[in-house]
């Protein structure tokens, strides 16, 4: 069910071959996924789909999210949903999908990974119809540019972010990605050149609730690196990267912190995160956290 293939230069892949969301993997079959998972590669079921119904299909359009946003965004832990429009708030109609896409991506990562159930946090849910050229007011949030993902205001204080992924389109159309190069090459050219922040910043951005929680020096770090990495017109241009293809109807789980990731092209997908603290990895030295804070020769969190 299993096999590792390395499709060009050497960035790691998983393939499993399952059409269910309820499997069943050996310890063998988890320490594998786990590794590759850890090693910064990438989980590929091309066979996964995540199933709606054509009573559900209508709902599955651009026009659910509310203009100036990117994406509908759920929390399956309250139910509350944000950046649809008010009609398909009062509709109802898009809660039950993303409720299901949380619960599906739950079971997959919770049977597939080593990990101790009770230490994977259950984060956002996101459904995310547009083309990805479409709503990029500026080079920060062009997903088209390689980065590796951090975000303003959930400092996730040294987590890991694992993300399922589902490529739902109706017309068969695939996504395309582009991977970079190891987190640890990215943060040896990018670390140079961050400012240390002021002290009392962390705080005071918490006290005017531009946070939800406080930035360690660690996640004000990783921002300025997935600042840096796409601002840096000659960086996107000449580091090496792989193109990655998923088809309409599949499933990939990564760890977004680590693998520097752009999306080249699709459209309509579905994304579940997990939070994952860095002490209950099978490798804690391979997080970023702990790949940092060994380059800055301090701790960051
Ligand atoms: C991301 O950069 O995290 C989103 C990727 C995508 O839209 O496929
Ligand atoms: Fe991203």
């Known amino acids: 069910m299993l096999g590792e293939r390395f499709p060009s230069d050497s960035f790691p892949i998983c393939r499993i071959e399952t059409d269910r969301w309820h499997s069943t993997f050996s310890q063998s079959q988890q320490a594998q ?33 509310r203009q100036g ?14 950046g649809a429009t008010r009609q398909v708030q009062r509709a109802k109609s898009l809660q039950p999908l993303l409720q299901r896409y949380a619960e599906q991506a739950a079971a997959l990562v919770r049977s597939l990974f080593a990990y101790d159930v009770r230490s994977l946090e259950v984060a956002r849910t996101s459904f995310r119809p547009f083309e990805t050229s479409d709503r990029i007011s500026s080079w920060r949030k062009d997903d088209r540019r390689l980065h590796v993902d951090a975000f303003p205001s959930s400092p996730n204080q040294g987590r890991r972010l694992l993300r399922v992924f589902s490529n739902v389109n109706p017309e068969g159309r695939e996504r395309v990605w582009n991977v970079g190069e190891p987190f640890e090459a990215v943060a040896r050219r990018f670390l140079p050149t961050i400012a240390r922040r002021w002290p009392g910043q962390a705080r005071l951005l918490y006290a005017l609730r531009i946070t939800r929680s406080l930035r360690t020096e660690y996640d004000q ?21 792989t193109q990655l293809s998923f088809p309409a109807g599949s499933t990939w789980v990564l760890q977004t912190d680590a693998v ?33 804070e060994r380059l800055a020769g301090r701790r960051l969190a």
Request: proline share 7%; glycine share 6%.
């Open 221 to 241: 770090i990783m921002l300025q690196i997935h600042d840096g990495m796409k601002a840096d017109d000659s960086y996107q241009a000449s580091v090496a990267s």
């Open 69 to 82: 946003s990117k994406h509908v965004s759920f929390d399956p832990r309250t139910g509350a949903m944000r």
């Open 33 to 65: 996924a786990t590794g590759v998972l850890e090693a910064g590669g990438l989980i590929l079921l091309p066979r996964l789909a995540f199933q709606i119904s054509d009573y559900e299909r209508p709902c599955l359009m651009p026009q659910c999210v």
């Open 260 to 292: 520097s990731h752009a999306a080249l092209s699709g459209q309509f997908m579905f994304e579940q995160t997990f939070l994952l603290p860095v002490d209950r990895m099978q490798d804690p030295s391979r997080s970023p956290l702990r790949i940092l």
